[in-house]
């Protein structure tokens, strides 16, 4: 009897200390990844390049998508939409915002269930979304929706925002060219004017939208793999379906 729990105990404390040895060697693997972590160059037509870390120990999914669509040539002669004073915003191939997505990836950020330490902050790069909370009274599901809708869209802060840290997945630091960053903030944006009114307001798409001349990225001889991706959840479709409208 005595033998068996000796045994017993000696089992329980194998899988104790192997499973220590995972947890501390994800730890370490967070510690000791700044030498692995792969460099974005980016040359916007005009300004200069930007260079940005990606943080593969933070958001995995997120990097292999981005590089994935990097080494596609995705980005090349795509434009920055939105500029405001604390982001830019790009990445569209509508050049608006509106642009269809061939798939969707997670969210990879605490709301959404991932442990995700990156604040944005000056110089982070985060992955645009959609938002559904506004029809969440709706249906609840639609805000799981809204967090799962990223694909190619990304920002760069150019100011802290606290309000943005665990609803938005940050994947990346500017390292070179945040001056960059800073001198697309304050490009003049178009103005939109309200025909009933005749009320005139300004709108974060810049007059003339800067184009990424050309991005790359060095991974340092690391293969990152392809994402995992899903359908893209179509708003104008569940509406539909929710009134009972077809085509």
Do not use: C
């Not at 370490?28 to 940005?52: D, F, H």
């Not at 990097?63 to 830019?88: A, D, Q």
């Not at 690391?222 to 077809?246: A, C, K, R």
């Amino acid at each position: 009897m005595n033998n068996k729990k000796i045994t017993l105990s000696i089992i329980a404390l194998i899988f104790v200390l192997i499973l220590g040895g995972f947890l501390t060697y994800g730890y370490y693997q967070k510690a000791t990844y700044k030498l692995q972590r792969p460099i974005v160059s980016m040359e916007i037509e005009g300004y200069g390049t930007i260079k940005m870390e990606l943080y593969p120990d933070e958001a995995p999914n997120t990097v292999k998508n981005f590089i994935k669509l990097i080494n596609e040539g995705y980005y090349n002669g795509l434009t920055f939409h939105r500029v405001e004073e604390s982001l830019i915003q790009g990445g569209d191939k509508a050049g608006d915002g509106t642009g269809t997505t061939e798939y969707s990836i997670n969210g990879e950020f605490k709301e959404n269930g991932y442990d995700n330490t990156l604040k944005f902050e000056r110089g982070t790069v985060g992955l645009a979304r959609m938002d559904y909370t506004y029809y969440s009274s709706m249906d609840a599901s639609l805000i799981e929706e809204g967090y799962n809708s990223g694909y190619a869209q990304f920002f760069i802060m150019t100011q802290n925002q606290p309000a943005f840290d665990g609803y938005y997945t940050a994947f990346g630091k500017v390292r070179e060219g945040i001056e960059i960053v800073d001198k697309l903030t304050k490009l003049e944006t178009t103005v939109e004017t309200n025909e009933e009114t005749g009320e005139t307001t300004k709108t974060t798409m810049p007059v003339n939208k800067p184009v990424i001349k050309s991005i790359s990225v060095d991974t340092f001889g690391v293969e990152y793999g392809e994402p995992e991706t899903h359908e893209t959840f179509d708003i104008n479709q569940w509406f539909m379906n929710l009134y009972g409208i077809s085509y």
